[in-house]
């Protein structure tokens, strides 16, 4: 009886063994054909749809506006820059919050950082929110004068420098707390 059973069990595994490389083939096949209809059906839809490039107008912003608009998105960009350091701050005084050991730091003063982390967040979201780029708001700019757009422009700087300085003040504040 147990090499009947060894037979069969011998010959069950084989089967789920051809099975199973049946099956992989069959997957490996469904992926292939999968691939080829998603690549196809994107290649009929970005062909069969009319280009639709926005296309800025360059004479929105003569040169001077145009080098005030640039300096306030490299700006911008440095600020963004530091949004990752602001929730890796927040993780760790979360974390230093948490444990039962905060001997060395009160919790008045961890969520003093917090709070600072979460304003300077706040601030730097609130600014992008409420500035108005060329992309989205074309027709702003259209309407004003050249003098109007860089003022607007030199405040709007001020007011990105103002958060990042915000945003590094929080920042420096967070790594204080060990």
């Not at 490996?28 to 009929?44: G, M, N, P, R, V």
């Not at 444990?99 to 950082?113: C, K, R």
């Not at 730097?124 to 003022?151: H, N, V």
């Amino acid at each position: 009886m147990p090499k009947v059973f060894c037979i069969f069990a011998a010959q069950y595994i084989y089967r789920i063994k051809r099975n199973l490389t049946i099956m992989q083939t069959q997957i490996k096949q469904l992926y292939i054909y999968l691939a080829l209809f998603c690549t196809s059906t994107i290649c009929f839809i970005a062909c069969n749809t009319p280009s639709q490039q926005i296309v800025l107008d360059n004479t929105v912003l003569n040169a001077a506006n145009q080098v005030l608009y640039d300096t306030v998105g490299a700006k911008h960009d440095t600020a963004m820059l530091l949004m990752k350091a602001i929730g890796q701050q927040q993780y760790r005084l979360r974390a230093v919050l948490n444990t039962s050991d905060t001997f060395n730091v009160s919790q008045d003063e961890l969520l003093g950082a917090l709070l600072g982390l979460k304003k300077a967040d706040d601030a730097m979201m609130r600014w992008m929110r409420k500035f108005k780029g060329i992309e989205l708001e074309e027709a702003y700019y259209l309407a004003q004068t050249a003098d109007s757009i860089a003022c607007y422009l030199r405040l709007e700087e001020d007011k990105i420098e103002a958060v990042h300085r915000q945003m590094l003040e929080s920042i420096r504040a967070a790594k204080q707390i060990q």
